[in-house]
């Protein structure tokens, strides 16, 4: 069990929870391959900010995760590809609502119960928000904690919560391309409804490409 302060990189934050999620949503194909989890970090959605790691960076990160017990080589990989896994659970012991928690957090920075409930749906599902709102309690309650809620930003009805794995995490700003709050109010039910649907298509698809590239990586690598 971890019991003191862990400050993480932006790079090792991003395959840490990108490690976390493929052992989740893709089990056959984990442990990853480094091409596998450097395109996992890379990914162009489920991801913010999108980032673009080299080889280089991806084995720096990896290097300094292992250092911290949380990542490295996996144990009981056989084969010829060297393959990676993350070690969160020996290292905090989190429930699935604890890991899923901070898996989105880490992939997708501060974020509200609302958007915690629907990007943590494929790794846990969380029946109510107060379900949510729950485990975040039990990350903040960690010693050190895990877990922080920000101060909440003008016209905004909810707050938001931030991981921190990276340290302690400075009033961050929403992005200027951020819808407003009364845009994101604005939107019905059907329209929630197949933004959720063409999120699903899309992680389908990235489901079908990182297990396309698996298979390459085992013949060629």
């Not at 932006?10 to 984990?30: F, H, N, Q, W």
């Not at 913010?48 to 292992?66: F, K, N």
């Not at 957090?105 to 974020?111: A, I, N, S």
């Amino acid at each position: 069990m971890v019991t003191e302060h862990i400050k993480l990189s932006t790079a090792e934050a991003r395959a840490l929870g990108a490690l976390v999620e493929k052992e989740i949503t893709t089990p056959d194909y984990y442990p990853l391959t480094l091409n596998a989890l450097i395109n996992a970090c890379n990914q162009r959605s489920n991801r913010e900010p999108v980032m673009d790691l080299d080889e280089d960076d991806t084995r720096q990160a990896l290097h300094g995760l292992e250092n911290k017990g949380l990542a490295g080589r996996a144990r009981s990989a056989d084969g010829r590809v060297t393959k990676y896994e993350h070690w969160l659970g020996e290292a905090f012991n989190f429930s699935r609502a604890e890991t899923a928690l901070m898996c989105v957090l880490l992939l997708r920075g501060p974020q509200t119960p609302g958007e915690l409930r629907g990007r943590t749906e494929r790794m846990h599902r969380f029946d109510e928000i107060s379900d949510v709102l729950s485990g975040l309690q039990k990350l903040m309650e960690r010693d050190p904690s895990l877990v922080t809620v920000l101060p909440r930003q003008p016209g905004t009805k909810e707050a938001r919560y931030a991981h921190l794995l990276s340290g302690p995490v400075e009033s961050i700003q929403m992005p200027a391309s951020a819808p407003s709050a009364h845009s994101v109010a604005a939107t019905t039910p059907e329209q929630d409804d197949r933004i959720a649907q063409l999120e699903s298509a899309v992680t389908e698809l990235q489901r079908e490409i990182a297990a396309l590239r698996e298979k390459i990586d085992n013949l060629f690598g």
